[in-house]
């Protein structure tokens, strides 16, 4: 099994956000899941060098080295068929991209952009709150910028 880390710095990623998240026993079951997946994802009948991993319980990421085949259109559509039956199955939605997720003590929370709003007007989160940004696009981007404080983030424009 690959996992993200061993796959190059520059490779694609994509991330699908649980709107809640999965139970301790489900998560090793869902990265099983992944990871058989990526073991068998196929770019016009080439293998592709790709991995995949859960993060705090509710983040699925997909990530393919395109150095050695290229993810084509087909492929991506796989593996939303694949997310789309996998969140079905636990009764999550992995395709609400206006939900967002942020750091309270320690804990990982995800609200609707509207709360989220909210609790920034509540003063709940402010501008230091730390923030997941499921739009970056490589595994370096991963692990450097999924988190940031919201004033860095994309999120600030709807606060």
Known sequence: MKSIDALNSQARVWIYQANEPFANQEVAEVEHNLQQFAEQ?????????????????????????????G????SIDSSVNFLKKLGAHYQRDLFDRLRFSYVD??????????DF????????????TLVFDPLVKTVEELSSG????????WHSRFV
């Not at 003590?105 to 509207?114: C, F, I, L, M, Q």
């Not at 709003?117 to 402010?126: E, K, V």
């Not at 999924?146 to 983030?153: E, G």
């Open 105 to 114: 003590n320690g804990a990982v929370h995800t609200v609707s952009k509207d």
């Open 71 to 74: 993810a084509s259109g087909c």
């Open 117 to 128: 709003a909210q609790l920034y007007q509540d003063g709940t989160i402010n501008d230091e």
């Open 146 to 153: 999924f988190q940031k404080p919201l004033k860095d983030s």
């Open 41 to 69: 994802w196929v770019s016009h009948n080439n293998q592709l060098k790709a991995g995949a991993a859960i993060l705090h319980d509710r983040f699925l990421v997909l990530a393919v080295d395109e150095t050695q085949a």
